[in-house]
């Protein structure tokens, strides 16, 4: 079986400062993985995701993520968070060990204040 | 959430009714999947199809039922056997099964039981 683990509910960020919000995984074999963002009331917008390759991926918007294979780890980051950043964040994980289907994270709450 | 449409936005349902939730993409993607969030339990897969007049199962598929007639249409049947079905409604597309495959979301739909 293949899970994911957000371990924050809410992260919290002053505009322009660094922002990171952690997720790790568990699958069996290689994993793919993905960022997702949501706005209140509207459907999940794709970010950014890792298939093989560089560990550093770059998406949109200005997010990047690493991909950490010794720690199971793909921590979504930004160099300088802005207001309009904030909403709710999930990370995903799929891989042939989950039968070709995408593991969703419980989300994160992404607060970026003035 | 171009390329996939959900209709309603907002939907209430009486006890004992039968509702039907509209999916519609033009992409030209082959996979469609049905999934339900609820606050702070991520996204969970009801059901998703690989083909026309073809689906499969996700993990919380009781009370619910799909049909694949078109290939850019899936609707979701909530019956009234699922006896908590208040949530957020989310389809998704993407170009085949693969979970490398990155999953293009809908707008949703607000399902409440009056």
């Known amino acids: ?6 371990p924050e509910d809410q992260v919290n960020v002053a505009e322009g400062n660094p922002l ?3 997720c790790t995984y568990s699958v069996s074999g290689n994993p793919y993985l993905f960022w997702y963002v949501q706005y209140p009331n509207r459907g999940l917008q794709f ?14 918007y200005g997010f990047e993520a690493e991909f950490n294979k010794s720690q199971t ?29 995408l593991t969703f994270g419980t989300g994160t709450q ?5 | 959430d171009g390329g996939i449409t959900q ?5 209430f349902r009486k006890e004992g009714q ?3 939730l509209s999916c519609e993409q033009n992409l030209n993607h082959d996979a469609m999947y049905w999934y339900r969030q609820d606050p702070g339990q991520g996204l969970r897969l009801i059901y998703y199809s690989q083909i026309v007049n073809d689906f499969q199962k996700g993990d919380i598929a009781e009370g619910y039922s799909v049909s ?11 019956t009234s056997a699922q006896k908590n079905p208040t949530a957020f409604y989310l389809c998704a597309s993407s170009i085949d099964l693969s979970s490398r495959g990155t999953q293009y979301f809908g707008p949703g739909t607000r399902l409440l039981v009056l």
């Open chain 1, 110 to 114: 992404l607060k970026v204040e003035l």
């Open chain 2, 68 to 78: 694949r007639e078109k290939k850019e249409s899936f609707p979701l049947t909530v």
């Open chain 1, 1 to 6: 079986a293949q899970s994911v683990a957000q």
């Open chain 1, 73 to 101: 780890s793909f921590h979504l980051k930004k160099p300088s968070a802005l207001v309009s950043d904030s909403a709710l964040y999930f990370c995903a994980v799929g891989g042939v060990g989950g039968g070709n289907k």
């Open chain 1, 20 to 22: 990171t919000v952690k």
């Open chain 2, 18 to 20: 039968n509702v039907t």
């Open chain 1, 47 to 60: 970010l950014l995701k890792y298939i093989t390759g560089d560990n550093l991926v770059k998406g949109s």
């Open chain 2, 7 to 11: 209709s309603p936005k907002y939907l």
